[in-house]
């Protein structure tokens, strides 16, 4: 792309969108610069165009988002057929399986649910679709990093803001780098409270027609109800035979 096609104030403004998230619902403009590494006068501005636009309300001191900015991602899911293939799917295999079942795409380091049945809450978070999570600790995360070439994979792992989430989390990129060539070699990815103690799930590759990776499967299910041998065993089959019928579909 050229220098002269690039927006900067629409990037700005979407960075400034960007800063908002379910731990930060709320936040002031000298929160908003710090958080976007605006200067405060760029972040003042930014804000209080989507405050006039009806995107954020403003109380004279905190900022927060409205209904109105989910028109942004429903454009998106309204606009990919993905969701609306899947979802029947995700229905019949929560039922069969008793677990929430979800799919998600690659985002940068994130992971993005597209579609979820849920049977039971099973994280201390709600998980919807546009929910996100960091890709490397997650199981639908790691099947698709492991679908990328490997210098492609380490580059988004090297990016990541990769914390310990529980004192089983995975962060060495080297030891996520040796994850991601098991998960090759067996076609899933098993998370074992890496994300959350309590929770383990279980995630597959969807595939297309063509072998192409397009988006992930996942069985998350508490750790009370489901050892990891059992993740396997329980819940593999069925899952297979999700990914073997939604691959002739999948575009």
Not at 10 to 34: C, N
Not at 229 to 238: G, I, K, N, Q
């Amino acid at each position: 792309m050229r220098e002269t096609d690039f927006v900067g104030g629409f990037a700005k403004g979407l960075a400034v969108i960007e800063a908002f998230g379910e731990a930060k619902p709320r936040l002031t403009i000298t929160d908003v610069s710090k958080e976007t590494g605006l200067d405060r006068a760029t972040a003042r501005r930014c804000l209080l165009t989507l405050a006039e636009l009806g995107y954020a309300a403003y109380d004279g001191k905190f900022f927060e988002l409205t209904p109105k900015i989910l028109r942004l991602g429903h454009a998106y899911l309204s606009a990919t057929p993905l969701p609306r293939l899947v979802q029947p799917y995700l229905d019949q295999l929560s039922e069969k399986v008793g677990q929430s079942a979800s799919v998600s795409v690659l985002d940068g380091v994130e992971i993005v649910y597209v579609a979820r049945a849920a049977q039971k809450r099973v994280m201390s978070i709600n998980l919807t679709p546009g929910s996100r999570l960091p890709a490397y600790c997650a199981s639908m995360g790691r099947v698709l990093l492991a679908a990328l070439p490997e210098a492609e994979a380490r580059a988004i792992v090297e990016a990541s803001d990769r914390k310990a989430n529980t004192p089983y989390t995975k962060t060495e990129p080297e030891a996520l780098m040796e994850e991601f060539a098991r998960v090759r070699q067996s076609g899933y990815a098993l998370i074992d409270q890496e994300l959350e103690i309590g929770l383990r799930s279980i995630a597959v590759p969807l595939e297309n027609a063509r072998g192409r990776v397009v988006a992930a499967l996942n069985i998350g299910a508490p750790a009370a109800h489901a050892s990891a041998e059992d993740m396997v065993t329980r819940y593999l089959p069925a899952m297979r035979e999700v990914q073997a019928a939604l691959r002739p579909v999948l575009a």
